[in-house]
């Protein structure tokens, strides 16, 4: 669409030459992580650590999800978390209270976590103690779902106050999800809120994804969650 | 933090000259951007339009609050949208359906709008026409802050679902704005949040910096907003 733009430029080529240069950096770049991604894989594999990577929008409830999930199971499961912000120790703060290990990397201009930042993460930890390793991804829907980090699973956390039209939005991360957690469940009744609505865009993006409705601040759902856990531990258990 | 890392380049240095050249890219991207986000301001001020350039995560609530405040608005101003999101015509659908232009931007994988993108939507406005333009940013509270597009106003609606600390976590694109819609207002007695509390937060990152509290579901506070935006449309005025 250059070629009659008069955009502003001096020499309009110089905007075809940058595009160029960033479809090959960015080739570069991923290149790069799914290289250090298998890494991780190969380091939770070894370690017989299920790896959980959480996505949503900002304020979605990851990190409540966490603190109830923590809390409830960390009896019976050694747990740690590894939390992604552009800023702040905030989350890390609030996982470490519920007595697990926690490492916060804050990504100060990056919008994503990356394999690099997580191999760099996981010298923080003893993972020949762990059985599951949560990754809280920084809040944003676009720029984490190019960026596979090692992890087992991908899960994407959707507040039902976001609206119902979030999957076709935001194909990418949804499709590349193995598990939709509907959070705020609670909210329903005060909410104009489509549930089937919403769970039908789902289904549009990423036909039979699994899809759960919690309430991490009431614990409605939660058990649902807890089984989804437990399921891909013993899997893990099984093949090592 | 690499020297010692081990972390599976065949060469370790790959690491620093990829970063290297992503600087120096970014550096030639966000110049580009610069100079054409300063065509189009040119744009809006000969024209006499202002330009308002709305952030947020997913789901605040950006394009309801435009609904509510075209038709409570457009029979005395004249106004246009333009919509960024990654996939979909719904924002420019539901916009026009209050009956005023509006055209769509698909970012596909791109993160956020860029002043490219938005002189080129220009192309679909009679920009003589109108004393006010609208641009909804894609929702994302990382990328699109490093963005100029051109915009005399940046301005960012959180929505209070999404909790008290978002200022800390996202203090850049805070620090760029000119205004703070706190939305979705009706739901405070029903959710755990602390408003004194977000507030004091996002002044802690922006001094100063001006807050309303709305809900555009109920219009409560609204009327605040539509005087902050007739204000800048006078001062428009009486510079042209």
Redesign the interface.
């Known amino acids: 669409?250059c070629n009659t733009?008069g955009?502003?430029?001096n020499n309009i080529s110089?905007?075809h030459i940058?595009t160029g240069?960033?479809v090959q950096?960015t080739q570069?770049?991923l290149g790069?992580n799914d290289?250090?991604a298998?890494?991780n894989r190969r380091i939770f594999d070894s370690m017989g650590v299920v790896t959980v990577n959480l996505v949503s929008?900002?304020?979605?409830g990851k990190t409540t999800l966490l603190e109830r999930t923590i809390r409830d199971l960390k009896n019976n499961i050694p747990i740690g978390v590894i939390e992604g912000?552009?800023?702040?120790d905030?989350d890390a703060e609030r996982i470490r209270a519920t007595g697990v290990p926690a490492y916060q990397i804050k990504t100060m201009?990056a919008?994503h976590l990356d394999a690099?930042m997580v191999?760099?993460a996981l010298e923080n930890f003893q993972m020949d103690t762990l059985e599951l390793l949560f990754i809280e991804n920084?809040?944003?829907?676009?720029?984490p779902s190019?960026f596979d980090l090692g992890e087992d699973h991908r899960v994407i956390i959707l507040?039902i106050?976001?609206?119902e039209?979030?999957a076709?939005?935001?194909?990418?991360i949804f499709l590349s999800s193995q598990l939709v957690i509907l959070n705020?469940i609670d909210?329903l009744n005060?909410l104009?809120f489509d549930l089937d609505e919403c769970i039908s865009y789902i289904n549009r993006v990423n036909p039979g994804v699994e899809i759960l409705c919690v309430s991490a601040?009431t614990g409605e759902g939660m058990s649902k969650w807890y089984n989804w856990l437990k399921q891909k531990i013993d899997n893990k258990r099984r093949k090592k």
């Open positions: 669409m733009c955009c502003g430029l110089e905007d940058s240069k960033t950096l570069d770049i790069q290289r250090l298998g890494t929008s900002p304020g979605a912000d552009q800023q702040t905030r201009d919008c690099h191999k760099h920084v809040g944003n829907l676009i720029c190019a507040s106050t976001e609206g039209d979030k076709l939005k935001y194909p990418g705020k909210l005060v104009n601040e």
